[in-house]
Every structure is written in C-alpha cells, then in structure tokens.
C-alpha cells in the first residue's frame, strides 16, 4: 500500500514555465521528502519538510506542506531542461520506531527546450 | 567519498538460478534499505537493517534475505529467482533516527529474470 500519490502522473512544460506536482498521503506523518530520479540513475533527495513547517525553499524548489489536507506541493520554478526527471514524494509516517520512507509512484516531468 | 554503490549494475538470470547483490555505503550509516522499483510504481521497501547484524523485514520481502555483517555492507540475495523478480533493485542508506532521515541512493541494479 502506498501512502504518498502523487498528482499528476506526467508533465510537460516548455523551458522557464514553473512546475508544480502535488502529493497526498493517508496517515500522520513525522516529515514529508521529495525526491528526484534522473532516468537510469537512483534517486536523489532534494528537500525534507517537518510536520510543523508550512513552507520550505531550496533554491528554485519551494515545497509545502498542509496536515489538515494531508497533502503537499513542489513547486519548480524557472524550469530547465535538466529538471526534466521523474519526481518522487515520500513519507515518514508516525508507525514503527525506525526509519522507514513510504514512496509515492512518482511524477514525470519533461521540461522541452 | 563513493556514497551508496552496487554490485552488479545489470544481471540476467534464469528462473530458479540464485544470486547476490552487494550494497556498500562509506558514510558511516546506521540503516541501510534494499527497494525494488517497477514501471509506474514507486520504491518497495524489501528488506531494511537498522544496525550491523540486525535486518528486518520491509513490504515485500518475500523470495528474498538479507545480511549485513558488516556495518558498511547490506547483502540482498534470491535464493530462487522468479520472472516477478525482474525489477530495479535500490540500496539506500541513512543516518539513525537521532539525526534527519534522508536517504542515500545507490545507482541500482537492473535484473532481468528470464
């Protein structure tokens, strides 16, 4: 069972135009992370938000994150074409007493020239 | 500082035939992760281990075990390998819950069971 989903599934977008992909997951979290996967490479993170933050900056990468919704949001802004990459959200859920991540099934995003 | 690497990064196997793939990480982590990815699905957890000697099971373990006798290894193994086992597998390791769960990726293995 999966508990981040990610929306939309693919993305297309021109050079310069923000892309935003959202994520919603189903139970209390510790801290939410995304991350990206180049094509044939492994996974890359790229920001942690905590519980008790709306709103994380990194770059041109802003994420944030809504607990009463159980859902979060990454915004790229300025695209490029090296954003182009499959973008993954992923869950630290408030179960167990170890470290585990629950992945969402991913967006894919393309960023033409 | 090589992070997470893998061995072998591409592998055919016949059904039944068995194998070993090797996940080392030089970062001096405490949990390391074995994940295997398939089309349109995001990472499964298989197997996870929280310290040397210690391995647990993650979401779908089943046809596979685990070994991490040193801290800096993480052995995934088929000891049968099935067509459902073709996938990309993903080590990844971390630091202890102590300090901010971000995992490290190593670059996986593609295995193709025929």
């Known amino acids: 069972s999966q508990q981040g989903e990610e929306d939309p599934q693919a993305l297309s977008i021109q050079e310069g135009e923000n892309a935003t992909m959202n994520c919603s997951y189903k139970?209390?979290?510790?801290?939410l992370q995304w991350y990206r996967q180049n094509s044939g490479r492994g996974l890359v993170h790229l920001i942690l938000i905590r519980s008790n933050e709306r709103e994380k900056h990194s770059g041109r990468l802003r994420v944030t994150l809504d607990t009463s919704k159980k859902s979060s949001s990454l915004l790229i802004t300025a695209s490029r074409a090296a954003d182009t990459a499959s973008y993954f959200c992923a869950t630290d859920a408030r179960t167990g007493g170890y470290n585990k991540l629950i992945f969402g099934a991913g967006t894919r995003l393309a960023v033409h020239p | 500082n090589a992070g997470v690497t893998q061995t072998p990064k591409f592998r055919v196997l016949k059904t039944g035939q068995s194998m070993t793939l090797l996940c080392a990480q030089d970062m001096n982590h405490e949990y390391m992760y074995w994940y295997r990815q398939d089309p349109g699905m995001g990472l499964r957890l298989i197997h996870y281990s929280v310290g040397e000697g210690t391995t647990a099971k993650g979401e779908v373990p089943d046809g596979y075990n685990v070994s991490r006798l040193k801290k800096q290894n993480f052995l995934l193994g088929l000891e049968s390998a099935a067509p459902s086992q073709t996938s990309v597998y993903f080590c990844?390791?971390?630091?202890?819950?102590?300090?901010?769960?971000?995992?490290?990726f190593g670059p996986g293995t593609r295995l193709t069971v025929l």
């Open positions: 139970t209390s979290i510790n801290n």
């Open positions: 990844a390791s971390s630091y202890s819950r102590i300090r901010h769960n971000e995992q490290f």
